[in-house]
């Protein structure tokens, strides 16, 4: 028997990579596989994606300003 962790993710799967390595040696021992596999060199840079192309934070734009340049206190160069 093989455990397979994953976490599901809307409709995708995430595993630990020693696990989807062990599966797709599983898969090709029954028959011919063809993989088609993205990866993200960072988790960050998919959430940073997420958050960019979600737009979920567009309401943001309409919004006045809270604070310009004469609030602060002390401006770095």
Aim: charged share 35%; proline share 3%.
């Amino acid at each position: 028997m093989t455990k397979v962790h994953a976490r599901i993710v809307g409709d995708s799967a995430v595993m630990p990579r020693a696990e989807f390595e062990h599966l797709l040696e599983l898969a090709r021992r029954s028959e011919q596989i063809e993989i088609q596999m993205q990866e993200e060199e960072l988790p960050a840079l998919g959430i940073m994606r997420l958050a960019e192309e979600g737009r979920a934070f567009d309401w943001l734009a309409e919004e006045e300003d809270l604070y310009t340049v004469d609030d602060l206190k002390v401006r770095y160069r």
